[in-house]
């Protein structure tokens, strides 16, 4: 029932073996589906090298280089798509940045350029990469982007990614609407906590995750591969009434109130 075969999937934001992404990916390939693997681009060409190797069991048939920053890399993202697969079925954004600076301490002194910054990473480059997918999903598409519950309720510290992600989850609202009527689904997966490459670099992201392992409904966090297997649930047929929704994939985290006390 669950069958990608014959899908061709792009998917943005792996950056290491512990990138959301690389769970998402992972289990898309799992299901059959054709992927293709944008990466963010270094100086020194580290990157490409990381995880072109970590991508190498799932035999990419596409590799790119992609800053959404850089509204040429864009497009020539999606050139290479239509000239090497000529259709898109899926799509997966897995991208976000913020300042350091504006990932902690007082909400109030966040900086105009450092709200531009969080909010055009984050949350503007799925739109633009959902602009760019569009005329080449000519059978239909399902877009996932990931978000956090720091984007509807306030986390310590998230901050600036909260406005973020808010702005992200209306967005997903707004493009099912507007790509509705050409069978193009869009919908995001809200993610517990898991260390990661970005959530690793915030301090007191242990604590997090203890929290959640204290108060949780399934007393445990989530994995990267748990993600990946609800995002291809969401690419396949069986979630084909679904779009405009944010799936919690959090052990059941943000049913609680009263969150300090375990029920
Ligand atoms: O969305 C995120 C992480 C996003 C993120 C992380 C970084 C760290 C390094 C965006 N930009 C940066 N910029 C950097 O320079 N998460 C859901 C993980 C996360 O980040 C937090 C969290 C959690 C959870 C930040 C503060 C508090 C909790």
């Not at 069978?183 to 997966?189: E, H, S, T």
């Amino acid at each position: 029932m669950l069958d990608l075969t014959g899908k061709n999937a792009l998917v943005t934001g792996i950056a290491n073996n512990r990138s959301i992404a690389w769970g998402i990916a992972q289990q898309l390939h799992k299901a059959g589906a054709n992927i293709g693997i944008t990466y963010l681009p270094d100086e020194k060409g580290r990157a490409e090298k990381k995880v072109a190797d970590l991508v190498e069991s799932l035999q990419p048939s596409l590799f790119v280089p992609c800053n959404v920053q850089d509204d040429a890399q864009v497009d020539e993202t999606f050139a290479i798509v239509k000239e090497k697969w000529g259709t898109l079925d899926i799509l997966i954004h897995c991208l976000a940045f913020a300042n350091k600076e504006d990932l902690t301490g007082n909400f109030v002194n966040t900086s105009r350029e450092g709200f531009t910054t969080a909010l055009g990473v984050s949350a503007y480059s799925l739109i633009r990469l959902c602009a760019a997918a569009k005329p080449l999903m000519t059978e239909g598409g399902s877009i996932v982007t990931l978000t956090y519950i720091g984007g509807a309720r306030v986390i310590p510290n998230y901050n600036v990614m909260g406005i973020a992600k808010a702005a992200l989850e209306m967005n997903v609202r707004y493009l099912a609407a507007d790509l509705g009527p050409h069978n193009i689904r869009v919908n995001a997966i809200s993610a517990g906590p898991i260390r990661t490459l970005a959530s690793s670099a915030v301090g007191g992201i242990l604590d997090m995750i203890h929290h959640v392992e204290q108060v949780a409904p399934l007393r445990r966090t989530v994995t990267q591969i748990e993600v990946g297997n609800a995002a291809t649930f969401l690419c396949s047929d069986l979630a084909s009434g679904i779009t405009g929704q944010i799936l919690y994939v959090d052990a059941g985290y943000e049913v609680m109130g009263m969150s300090e006390t375990k029920g």
